[in-house]
């Protein structure tokens, strides 16, 4: 699908925030990523997003938990650069206690 025909289809606006961007500051973001090793898929690889969800959402998979979680944050209003960061938090702790354990 050209850029032309996904624009059409998402009327303008990103993927995942689904807010109105302006044509010059949408992006392609690979639906496959392909930093994961993923080869072009016959075209239809790609959906379009502003800069802060393609930069945020990076070479997460869809379908991943991660991914999933982030897009719920974005859905519910979160700046796609915060929609994961629970997660990462989350990780922090969990890695401080196990060095404490360890200690």
């Known amino acids: 699908m050209s ?3 996904q624009l059409r289809l998402q009327a303008g606006r990103c993927q995942w925030c ?4 302006p044509v010059a500051l949408l992006t392609r973001d690979h639906l496959h990523p392909r930093k994961n090793g993923q080869r072009e898929r016959g075209g239809n690889d790609f959906v379009l997003s502003c800069e802060p969800c ?3 959402r990076s070479a997460w998979t869809i379908g991943s938990t991660r991914f999933l979680r982030w897009v719920r944050g974005v859905i519910n209003g979160k700046a796609p650069a915060d929609a994961a960061r ?3 938090d989350r990780r922090r702790r969990q ?3 196990r ?5």
Do not use: C, G, S
Request: positive net charge; proline residues 5%.
């Open 3 to 5: 850029f032309d025909a």
């Open 99 to 103: 060095l404490k354990r360890m200690a």
């Open 95 to 97: 890695t401080a206690a």
């Open 54 to 56: 393609n930069a945020a």
């Open 18 to 21: 689904q807010r109105l961007i």
């Open 86 to 88: 629970p997660i990462r």
